[in-house]
């Protein structure tokens, strides 16, 4: 088995951003720049968003972040949108998610310059991505396939089974799993709440990614032997021992899994790091107007 070391996979990614930032600005180019809109105060929204900004500050990349309280309207953000939109010094900008309930989440990322949308969610992105045009591909997907590249995992002719559909996390990263590329070519099984024959299905993947934000749901009876387990849950769970008062979990139940597997990504330690790594790797493109032009 080999453990898939997000850690060190995400440092690497970083530090080959650093030195092409660091060329750009020994050339005069301009600062790649990222903005990050976060409302409300939930905690671990506001742990990712910080980790978001040290990663702008270790590779070099200047960071903006637009706070509003929980009871900003909708009126609010969508006009902070307008503002970092029309910002020409801005190259990129998130918002975390997830949103207050009483804010529209569909109409605040549809208000996003599909240009500037380094998080990948626009429908403009998506279709992109599924049409295999040049997109921001979403942070959680991309730095999934950038692991499977960077481990050399097989991925042709496999039979991938995604587990969750959300449109952030499981619908693209099937998307990307069957397209004609590598990572991809896969045949592609999604699964989601509704499908009944889960165990069933999920024996039969050569490679299954788990995303469906239930701590420990995949346990060793559902997965095949040597298959590569992907792991993107991360629920926050009750801990006392713990400082913080909680722990990370992952989807899968990994003392039982791991010894079957040929690959697995723990959690913590795994995709989580991935994601943000992802995220300035979209940034760098954006400032350098790669996708868009
Ligand atoms: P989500 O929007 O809640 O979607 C969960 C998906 O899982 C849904 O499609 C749901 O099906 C499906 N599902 C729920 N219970 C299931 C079951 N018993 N059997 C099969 N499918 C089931 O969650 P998400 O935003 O995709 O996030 C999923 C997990 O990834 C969470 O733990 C989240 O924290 C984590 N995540 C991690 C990162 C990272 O950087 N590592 C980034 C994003 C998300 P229905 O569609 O039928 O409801």
Request: proline fraction near 4%.
């Amino acid at each position: 088995m080999t453990l898939i070391d997000g850690k060190l996979i995400s440092k690497q990614v970083k530090e080959e951003l650093k030195i092409e930032v660091d060329k750009i600005i020994a050339e005069g180019g301009k600062i790649p720049h990222l903005a990050a809109v976060l409302v409300g105060d939930n905690g671990a929204s506001e742990t990712y968003v910080a980790s978001k900004i040290r990663s702008c500050e270790q590779i070099g990349f200047k960071s903006t972040l637009v706070r509003r309280d929980a009871n900003a309207t909708e009126e609010e953000v969508l006009e902070i949108i307008d503002e970092l939109n029309k910002d020409e010094d801005i190259d990129g900008f998130i918002v975390q998610l997830p949103l207050p309930d009483h804010i529209n989440v569909d109409k605040v990322i549809e208000a996003i310059d599909p240009k500037k949308d380094v998080d990948g969610f626009h429908p403009i992105n998506i279709g992109r991505m599924a049409k295999g045009l040049p997109a921001y591909v979403s942070a959680t997907p991309y730095g999934v396939l950038e692991l499977m590249k960077r481990y050399d995992i097989e991925t042709s002719g496999k039979h991938c089974v995604v587990v969750g559909r959300s449109q952030i996390v499981g619908l693209p990263m099937s998307i990307l799993m069957q397209r004609n590329a590598y990572p991809g070519n896969c045949t592609v099984t999604l699964t989601h709440s509704r499908t009944k024959n889960l165990k069933e299905i999920t024996l039969q993947a050569d490679i299954l990614v788990a995303a469906l934000g239930k701590p420990e749901f995949i346990t060793e009876d559902m997965v095949k032997e040597g298959a590569v387990v992907i792991d993107i849950g991360l629920t926050r769970v009750k801990d006392d021992s713990k400082k913080s008062g909680f722990a990370l979990k992952g989807d899968v139940k990994f003392d039982e899994v791991s010894p079957k597997a040929s690959f697995i990504t723990p959690v913590p330690g795994g995709v989580g790091l991935m994601t943000v790594a992802s995220l300035m790797h979209n940034t760098l493109l954006a400032s350098k107007g790669e996708i868009y032009g």
